[in-house]
């Protein structure tokens, strides 16, 4: 790491010395002779680098230097600022004058205190290494986006007896069971729990699944939120502690429920939020509410926390063979195309049986050897000092050799990652955003600096420093996370640098901390800037908005600041940040931004979330020339942009773009910026020329991913241009993902949609309000398109018009997973002609408002809604005969249902019925309904009693509901109504 920085600032001096400022403000001296005690000091660091796990007073040096380091940084950018800024008029400007003294100052000590430290590198021994470095961008190949999941070898008999307790054994028991995996951390305890999860068997037998990460944070509120959370209940986050409880116990009431507690820490004097007996009991009589066969997977390091929780005796995961090492050891070292030469495998072989029988450490050191191919290389593993430290365990030993091959770019993005809790998930786009920011990893020859955030987490990722990486279809976004044991690694590496502050109390300033996150705080202690007295902070970053809000004063004014990301009622002044390379805002009330924040010229990233208010962007925004990333989300009263965005060169993000009339708002200045991710234009009717809408490039823009064309936000101007020209000259580059068009005011579709040229690759399509278009493009041939949403179309027959399907090799809608069909009046069909293979993937469709929409045989939806039901639209739903969900809503005409409706639904596992104002009985065959466990009838108040037979044969239903429904309270009274007996029987009920 101290590498990496040093690297940094001689790259920084470099230009420095060579200005015309240097010269003129007398300091090139200066930078000449720190460059030479930099240079002095940078031959010896290899060496301290290797030494210091097992030297403190080492370790302690290189921490000073790092420091040094950091705030030499902070000199040299204000330095670079003042020089890009020096001119006749500029440099004689007193405020300037004193600020390059005052700066000159600043360079003087640090020369001097440069020269201590260097001094003090000969208390240790230390000698220059010239240490064979292959080119880091050789070594950062581009790897596929493809995530590979790593074979798991050896775990086949746990994942039975696992799998056997569950389906079995957890059935007889008339209370929760919960089954505790003790193992060491890194024997792969989360990826067994995950295995099981993840079986068909366990998903089949479980009406519920539920997957929680405790980690060291073991609290009623932290784990009820995290449920909700996970079973992605609306405003979770807003709810009390009381409130979280109740809805927790409504969703599990007789559920069959798996719920994995995943890595679960007893409490300890380090660990004050760790698991206890009294927190336990609390939480088991909320879980409780489940039906008879409800079981809890808990995993975990520690036996005492089994004897805690566990209704059974634990399952203690053992240490892998050598043999199964060595699998997944060679999965990484070779791949599936590299040679395993002989004399390659004998040392790897010795290599391995130093993994102390762990998967993490074997892939961890597969991947060290990933980039070596000589035995030269491989030998210097085996034989590696780190293999003798003191006081560390076999896996923690794997892991420091793998971080110390590392490049020195990788070790400081790796070590920067210990500011994130552990568990947490973290968003690639996002760290590549904070590596950026924080000068960790910048452009190269033939790569823009995002490719090389991209490949540096690759390379990370293919070493095992990251896992359980998961990405996004719809989002294109990427997630991973951190073993609890990388972890470690990370924040023993960067001790004092970076800090995650999760207590109450934020005064803890004294590690001099250089990245700080706050996270799972909900009271601010504090009643002065905490932070101030922080030498080079250079993070500030608030991750979780719906905490607190944070105080303008706890943010400090210092010019080190490079990354600033708040939630606030209003926004502090930025007037002193003239560093800040990242800006996020969430949450803030205003219209406007002020104007100063056009003075941020070093800024690359600014997010702008969640201003409810905020009407229009400073129009001196192009100020900021290095802005690459501009992300504007939820700030849905914004009307206007700022003029002349072709300015911004350097642009590679902008998520929203408004057309306006007036100049400087055209969309031919989006033309030469090369954009990517989302792209949202609205404002298409104030489009001036059919060349200005040509002029904006998107057919050129192939990283655009999402892009949003909409004719809202177009005022009341009429259109100089008509709808269908625009939206033929806006033709999109064929790699976009996702493609939504809003009030398309055209009667025709364009070219590119008919002949599918440029939608050949979507995922995605939403076509909104396009009120005046009698048909939808050839939507049925598009192979990859997983979601279809169409709405207010009301001259719309068929959703696929095409009839020219024939046989399975034609096979319509091959990959579509949702529909999404909403006020389509006239639409009769779903396809034209309809065939046997149609829809083979669907799982998910949704119809509101569709009274003419008969819908054809689909045997592999599983969840239907339907709103403003038909007679008619009713009938055609018993040809969905593999539904598991059926959700009925709203209809002023239906008396009774068809005859027949449900007689096929064998799989049927939940009814709801709301809404039916003239419903006077159900279906006489709800009752042959024999998978049914969850029914549930709201305001359908002529609904007078329910079928006569069969209720008592319906031995599935588990949790019946009935809400304002006034002549059922009578006849439904509990022990008293004359009905009564016909449901008696139902574990759960509730009739209000």
Known sequence: MAETLLQIVLKNLSPLVQSEFAAFSGIREKAEEL?????????????????????????????????????????????????SQTGCLSSLNPKNMIHRRELGKKLNKMIVRLDRIAQRRSNFDLRPVVRKRSSEVVEWRQTSSTIAVPQVDGRDEDKKQVVEFLLSSSQSSESLSVYPIVGLGGLGKTTLVQMVYNDQQVGNHFDLKIWVCVSENFTRGTILRSILKAMEVD?????????????????????????????????????????????????????????????????????????????????????????????????????????????????????????????????????????????????EVQNSEVWSLPEENDIMRVLRLSYSCLTPTLKQCFAFCAIFPKD??????????????????????????????????NELYQKSFFQDVRANDFSGKIYCKMHDLVHDLAQSISEQECICLEKLNLNDSSRNPHHILFHGIYKIQSKKRAFEKAESLRTFYQLNSHEFRFSSRLIPKNHSLRVLCINDRKIPSLGSLSCLRYLELRGLHMKSLPASICNLRRLEILKLIRLKHLRRLPKHLTRMQNLRHLVIDDCCSLTGMFPEAHKLC????????????????????????????????????????????????????????????????S???????????????????????????????????????????????????????????????????????????????????????????????????????????????????LMKRETTHMFPSLSILDVSDCPKLQLPCLPHVKKLTVWDCSNEQLKSIS??????????????????????????????????????????????????????????????????????????????????????????????????????????????????
């Not at 004399?343 to 010795?350: H, P, R, S, T």
């Open 35 to 83: 460059t030479l005690t930099l240079e002095l000091i940078k031959a010896v660091l290899d060496d301290a680098e290797e030494k210091q796990w097992s030297n403190r007073p080492l370790k302690v040096w290189l921490q000073q230097l790092k420091r040094a380091m950091y705030v030499m940084d902070d000199i040299l950018d204000q330095l670079s600022t003042q020089s």
């Open 235 to 379: 405003k979770y986050e807003r709810m009390d502690l009381d409130a979280m409880e109740k809805k927790v116990k409504e969703l599990l009431q007789s559920k069959k429920y798996l719920l994995v507690l995943d890595d679960v820490w007893k409490r300890s004097q380090e660990m004050e939020l760790g698991l206890t007996q009294d927190k336990w009991d609390e939480l088991r009589s909320i879980l409780s509410c489940g039906s008879k066969g409800s079981s809890i997977l808990v995993s975990t390091r520690d036996n005492h926390v089994a004897t805690i929780m566990g209704t059974c005796q634990p399952h203690h995961l053992d240490r892998l063979s050598d043999d199964d090492c060595w699998s997944l050891f060679k999965l990484r070292a070779f791949g599936a195309d590299k040679e395993e030469r002989a004399e390659l495998v004998a040392i790897g072989k010795k290599i391995v049986k130093k993994c102390g029988g762990s998967p993490l450490a074997a892939l961890a050191l597969g991947g060290v050897m990933q980039s070596r191919s000589t035995e030269k290389e491989w030998l």
């Open 650 to 713: 350097d642009l590679r993000t902008l998520s929203i773009y408004i057309v306006r009339s007036e100049k400087g708002h055209s969309l031919a200045e989006l033309r030469d910026l090369n954009l990517g991710g989302k792209l949202s234009i609205s404002g298409l009717g104030n489009v001036g020329s059919i060349s200005e809408d040509e002029n904006a490039n998107l057919k050129g823009k192939q990283d655009l991913r999402e892009l949003i064309l909409s004719w809202s936000k």
């Open 879 to 992: 040809n969905l005969n593999g539904l598991n969900e059926l959700y009925l809503f709203d209809s002023y005409e239906v008396s009774c249902f068809p005859e027949g409706m449900m007689s096929n639904m064998t799989s049927l596992a939940t009814l709801e019925i709301t809404y039916f104002r003239e419903l006077k009985e159900l279906p006489s065959d709800i009752t042959k309904l024999t998978a049914l466990s969850h029914l549930y009838i709201e305001d359908c108040g002529k609904l007078e009693c329910l079928p006569e037979q069969g209720w008592e044969g319906l031995s599935s239903l588990q949790y019946f509901a009935i809400a304002r429904c006034p002549m059922f309270k009578e006849r439904y009274e509990p022990g008293r109504g004359e009905d009564w007996h016909k449901i008696a029987h139902v574990p759960n009920l509730l009739i209000w």
């Open 424 to 457: 947490m998930e973290i968003e690639k786009r996002e760290l590549i955003y904070l590596w950026m920011a924080n000068g960790f990893i910048s452009s190269r020859p033939n790569l823009e600096v995002e490719e090389v955030g991209n490949m540096v987490w």
């Open 715 to 829: 005022g009341k101007r009429k259109s100089v241009v008509g709808a269908e020209e625009v939206l033929e000259a806006l033709q999109p580059h064929s790699t976009l993902k996702l493609l939504t068009i809003q009030d398309y005011e055209g009667l025709q579709w364009p070219t590119w949609m008919e002949n599918n040229s440029a939608t050949y690759n979507l995922v995605s399509l939403q076509l909104v309000r396009c009120e005046k278009c009698g048909h939808l493009p050839p939507v049925g041939k598009l192979p990859f398109l997983k979601k279809l949403f169409v709405s207010w179309m009301d001259d719309v027959q068929y959703i696929e018009e095409d009839e020219s399907y024939d046989g399975v090799e034609a096979m319509p809608f091959p990959s579509l997973e949702e529909l999404h069909v909403v006020r389509l009046r006239n639409v009769e069909r």
